[in-house]
T-cell receptor
Framework: EAQVTQNPRYLITVTGKKLTVTCSQN?????MSWYRQDPGLGLRQIYY???????DKGDVPEGYKVSRKEKRNFPLILESPSPNQTSLYFC????????????FGSGTRLTVV | AQSVTQLGSHVSVSEGALVLLRCNYS??????LFWYVQYPNQGLQLLLK??????LVKGINGFEAEFKKSETSFHLTKPSAHMSDAAEYFC????????????????FGQGTILTVHP
């Protein structure tokens, strides 16, 4: 089944403890992206990747890192999480940039205390 | 730069009534436009998309949207609401020209929660 898989689905952590949210797609998509969803703000892009080893900042990159060493994987790293990073995170992928639309993962609900 | 405005954060309709969710966009280049639906505790699912072919786009679950360039709008409609349509709906825009600063980036509106009453 074609899909984007995120793990974990739920995560509660403490301020300052490094964490990684994994994202993997099995559709050979070039374009991958991370979004965070907050009530009343819709989805905002954190980082995106046009292809392997090509990543760039989105609208809200502060406090996050990403890497794209393989085409299928695009992990999101929070080096020192803070409470304002409590949010619902989505990974998404698309065949290429442009009009294909994204396939979204099921989301990761992160709480930082 | 691109942006999306969804008019109305909450829309309530009766079962069987017309559904109309409004979306206006801003884009400095020709856009691609999308509607996504999000059911509780789930990811986003693509409903339909406009990619410069027909201006009236039909999607899944009986939804359709019309691209109106003169009004910079892409409103979502369904003739008869069903209880299962209750969800949050997001309109999104991306640039249709490679090389632009936002090429490939989907910019979302704030979302509209649709409630369907029996």
């Amino acid at each position: 089944e074609a899909q984007v898989t995120q793990n974990p689905r739920y995560l509660i952590t403490v301020t300052g403890k490094k964490l990684t949210v994994t994202c993997s797609q099995n559709m050979n998509h070039e374009y991958m992206s991370w979004y965070r969803q907050d009530p009343g703000l819709g989805l905002r892009q954190i980082y995106y990747s046009m292809n392997v080893e090509v990543t760039d900042k989105g609208d809200v990159p502060e406090g996050y890192k990403v890497s794209r060493k393989e085409k299928r994987n695009f992990p999101l790293i929070l080096e020192s999480p803070s409470p304002n990073q409590t949010s619902l995170y989505f990974c998404a992928s698309s065949l290429t940039a442009g009009g294909y639309g994204y396939t979204f993962g099921s989301g990761t609900r992160l709480t930082v205390v | 730069a691109q942006s999306v405005t969804q008019l109305g954060s909450h829309v309530s309709v009766s079962e069987g009534a017309l559904v109309l969710l409004r979306c206006n966009y801003s884009s400095s280049v020709p856009p691609y436009l999308f509607w996504y639906v999000q059911y509780p505790n789930q990811g986003l699912q693509l409903l339909l998309k406009y990619t410069s072919a027909a201006t009236l786009v039909k999607g899944i679950n009986g939804f359709e949207a019309e691209f109106k360039k003169s009004e910079t709008s892409f409103h979502l409609t369904k003739p008869s609401a069903h209880m299962s349509d209750a969800a949050e709906y997001f309109c999104a825009v991306s640039e249709a020209e490679a090389g632009g600063t936002s090429y490939g980036k989907l910019t979302f509106g704030q979302g509209t929660i649709l409630t369907v009453h029996p």
